[in-house]
């Protein structure tokens, strides 16, 4: 197939052929449902067949089935060229020596206007060109440790981050940057609270919900705010930092532990739950929340403990669950499993039997609750007292995927039931509170009067 048709496929390449137009002309399209004026996009390879996706003017994507176009006009053509120009990132004296470290995906990327392209950055130079307002913050330098998407983060990959962020503070950096896509990061944010422990700089997180190419992008302003963070912040603990409210006012700095994604495609997705957010920050400062966290220090000091047992599960309790759930796992190997169960932490009656078996095979079984807020009380219920007995462990207000990731770490480190669970239920970075803030739980019903009344004067 020819270069100018990038990616379509028949019907969608016959249309394109008949009206004599190329991937990245400038065109107007008449259809059934309306007349458009954009850029023509590639597709990839694996995309239907049956649409066309154009960039409209105002700098959002839509697919246009073939079936409703009537005619389409080329009106110009510009060659995409995916190179983003480089400017040398200013070094100042005066200013903290920070590190990105890139873990796939786009950190950050260029819209080209002439022709729509995204064009990805992420050395200083490209990351300075596409966004300068970096070097008023730091002087960065940046490494690319694994390159794969959100969804296929590993256990391997988190050991690789964790010793990089070992080797990145013993050379004096003042600050970590983790560029890694959302769909995880809430994992990967809590398994480096343990791997990385009594860090002397900020670890911050950073992603985007929007890729750079639409209007509503929130990536600039992450990857500004979580920059400002390990350069300036006195947080020295590994945090998420995305954006706080759906607007562009400020991020939210979430412990590692206790953040969340909690919307498919919300710019504001992350939050803490059962618990505040650390800080506000901007570009101009931090409004920090609480004094409890660990302060940055100037020594080099840190521990680094890359252990992960992969044969860890967590399971999401549904009534009428059946136990050869359970049974499988123990067949196959698993040392630990989750259970986020109902209510205060519960699971049906048949399941006992392969909860008793896990206990007699050493199966280390945990139990959260999968309301989220709050905390497991086995202790309430007959339900819970009998699960307790067949070797049950309530796991306090961890959250289930937190609970995950120590658990697998643990593991990592000992088979020694009585160790592991002296392990599980030592807080470590924030992952079990004494209690749940009067404000740790906020979730407003919309369409109630008052609640409303309360989103009319503020800012959206």
């Known amino acids: 197939m020819s270069d100018i048709y990038k990616g379509y496929r028949e019907p ?10 190329r991937v990245w002309s400038d065109v107007e399209m008449n259809t059934n449902r309306g007349d458009f004026k954009g850029i023509i996009l590639p597709r990839s390879e694996t995309s239907d067949s049956n649409h066309i996706v154009m960039k409209l003017r105002n700098g ?8 409703t176009i009537q005619h389409i006009k080329e009106i110009d053509f510009k060659e995409a060229h995916y190179k983003i120009p480089e400017q ?23 819209l080209d206007y002439r022709t729509g392209a995204v064009i990805p950055a992420f050395s200083p ?3 300075y060109g596409s966004v300068p307002e970096l070097a008023d913050y730091c002087n960065l330098e940046t490494e690319k440790i694994c390159g794969v998407f959100s969804e296929n983060i590993e256990p391997k990959h988190w050991k690789i981050i964790a010793n990089s962020i070992g080797e990145e503070i ?16 809430h994992h990967t944010s809590a398994v480096l609270s343990f791997m990385v422990q009594n860090s002397p700089v900020p670890i911050v997180m950073v992603g985007s919900q929007r890729s750079s190419d639409r209007p509503s992008s929130d990536a600039a302003l992450n990857l500004i705010h979580a920059i400002k963070t390990a350069a300036e912040s006195d947080i020295a603990e590994t945090m998420v930092c995305m954006f706080g409210p759906t607007s562009d006012q400020y991020g939210l700095l979430h412990r590692g532990t206790r953040v969340r994604k909690m919307h498919s495609s919300y710019r504001s997705t992350f939050r803490t739950i059962s618990d505040i957010p ?11 929340l609480r004094n409890d966290y660990n302060k940055r220090r100037s020594d080099k000091n840190v521990i680094i403990t890359p252990t992960f047992e992969e044969k860890v599960s967590i399971v999401y309790y549904y009534p009428n669950m059946q136990p050869d759930i359970i049974d499988s796992l123990i067949d196959n190997g698993y040392k630990g499993i989750v259970i986020a169960g109902t209510g205060l932490g519960h699971v049906n009656k048949p399941l006992y039997p392969a909860l008793k078996r896990a206990k007699d095979k050493g199966v ?8 989220l807020w709050g905390y497991v009380q086995m202790y309430v219920y007959e339900t819970g007292r ?16 937190v609970t995950y990731v120590k658990l697998g770490w643990a593991l990592g480190q000992t088979n020694d039931l009585e160790k592991v669970k002296k392990i599980m239920l030592t807080p470590i970075a924030g992952e079990i509170t004494e209690r749940e803030p009067y404000n740790g739980y906020l979730i407003y019903q919309g369409g109630i009067p008052e609640v409303e009344e309360f989103l009319r004067g503020i800012k959206r």
């Not at 959002?60 to 079936?67: K, L, Q, R, S, W």
């Not at 040398?88 to 260029?110: C, E, Q, W």
């Open 12 to 21: 969608a390449l016959a249309i394109l052929k008949e009206n004599s137009v």
């Open 60 to 67: 959002y994507n839509i697919g246009i089935a073939v079936n």
């Open 88 to 110: 040398d990132f200013p070094k100042d004296k005066h200013k903290s020596n920070v590190k990105l470290l890139g873990t796939g995906g786009t950190i950050a990327s260029r």
């Open 125 to 127: 130079g490209e990351l």
């Open 170 to 185: 013993k050379k004096g950096v003042k600050g970590i940057v983790i560029g890694h896509g959302t769909d995880v990061m």
């Open 278 to 288: 650390l800080a506000m920050v901007d570009k101009e400062k931090f409004t920090y």
């Open 364 to 371: 280390a079984v945990y139990m959260t609750v999968q309301t």
């Open 386 to 401: 009998e699960m307790m007995q067949l070797g049950v462990i309530p796991a306090a207000n961890m959250l289930p995927e």
